[in-house]
């Protein structure tokens, strides 16, 4: 079946330890993107890339990085430089068509010990 | 820059009644899309209805159904006969048509509790 494949699901980090939250689509869907999930906050957009070898900051990218080297793949990195990176993290893709809709991977809870 | 706002951070509602959710947007685009997802408790995100800013005529999905607004900016929900399965958070979306992928910019969300 098509999908989004977020993982690890649940992840313990150390502080000043970096952690890569690894995003994979079997969609063939051009377009990626993470968004962080609080409580309160709604989604906020990290990062997202609309081609390979392409991606743009969101509203909160400080902390964070990406890479996109394979359509099928959108990793991110959670750095030690993020201050509160405790959050549920949401990984989905978009095809550009006329339809214009944003598919979802079940997400990955990170929490800082 | 788009704002969505959703007004309503909890509501209840009892089975087989009628609830609205509320959001409202500030864009100066004219070509645009919403959206309403659903989140239920475990956390995928589901679609549950779209609207095309440039159609008058409000979308509708089974039980779910909207009041789009355009000179208002005003997009609510209305869910008809309420099911414990309604049990979630709903978020509204906003993204721009353009000749690109773009993202979902999302309004903070209302639970919503359904109620044998």
């Known amino acids: 079946d098509g999908g989004i494949t977020q993982s690890p699901k649940y992840l313990f980090r150390k502080e000043g330890q970096n952690v890569t939250l690894s995003c994979e689509q079997n969609l063939n869907h051009d377009a990626m993107y993470w968004y962080r999930q609080d409580p309160g906050q709604g989604l906020r957009l990290i990062y997202y890339s609309q081609i390979v070898n392409d991606f743009q900051k969101g509203d909160i990218a400080e902390g964070y990085s990406v890479s996109r080297e394979k359509k099928e793949s959108f990793p991110l990195t959670v750095t030690s430089a993020q201050k509160n990176p405790t959050a549920f993290y949401l990984c989905?893709?978009?095809?550009?068509?006329?339809?214009?809709?944003?598919?979802f991977g079940e997400g990955s809870r990170l929490t800082v010990l | 820059a788009q704002t969505v706002t959703q007004s309503q951070p909890e509501m209840s509602v009892q089975e087989a009644e009628t609830v609205t959710l509320s959001c409202t947007y500030d864009t100066s685009e004219n070509n645009y899309y919403l959206f309403w997802y659903k989140q239920p408790p475990s956390r995928q995100m589901i679609l549950v209805i779209r609207?095309?800013?440039?159609?008058?005529q409000n979308a509708t999905e089974n039980r779910f159904s909207v009041n789009f607004q355009k000179a208002a900016k005003s997009f609510s929900l209305k869910i008809s006969d309420s099911q414990l399965g309604d049990t979630a958070m709903y978020f509204c979306a906003f993204m721009k048509r353009n000749s690109g992928n773009t993202p979902l910019v999302f309004g903070k969300g209302t639970r919503l509790s359904v109620i044998a």
């Open positions: 989905a893709s978009s095809i550009q068509d006329r339809v214009r809709e944003l598919f």
């Open positions: 609207q095309e800013a440039y159609k008058q």
